[in-house]
Nanobody, 118 residues
Framework: QVHLVESGGGLVHPGGSLRLSCAAS????????MGWYRQAPGKQRDLVAS??????NYSDSVKGRFTISRDNAKNTVLLQMNSLKPEDTGRYYC?????????????WGQGTQVYVSS
């Protein structure tokens, strides 16, 4: 019913920048919260950043370096990542809490890989 597709991942040197985007499609009435999680091999999937209306939340490890924003008209959430560190390496997953005409449910994308390495 609802599909999320991430893009923008890749390989970047420490100190570099990447911009991740995630667009939702399908039977969408309204998207409430949007967010990004990341998961490194063998580790838990942890919250990176989230946004609800104009309120944002960041993990301590990315505060001051990452910025999350949303384009409601395009059902898109962005994650601008600056001053990247090797510790930022992982697969980044987009999530959105989507309201349809009959339900409210959190959806997840397939993820996009981010490598931060020299």
């Amino acid at each position: 019913q609802v599909h999320l597709v991430e893009s923008g991942g890749g390989l970047v040197h420490p100190g570099g920048s990447l911009r991740l985007s995630c667009a939702a499609s399908g039977s969408i009435f309204r998207i409430d919260s949007m967010g990004w999680y990341r998961q490194a091999p063998g580790k838990q999937r942890d919250l990176v950043a989230s946004i609800t209306n104009n309120s944002t939340n960041y993990s301590d490890s990315v505060k001051g370096r990452f910025t999350i924003s949303r384009d409601n008209a395009k059902n898109t959430v962005l994650l601008q990542m600056n001053s990247l560190k090797p510790e930022d390496t992982g697969r980044y997953y987009c999530t959105m809490t989507v309201r349809t005409t009959v339900s409210r449910y959190p959806y997840w994308g397939q993820g996009t890989q981010v490598y931060v390495s020299s």
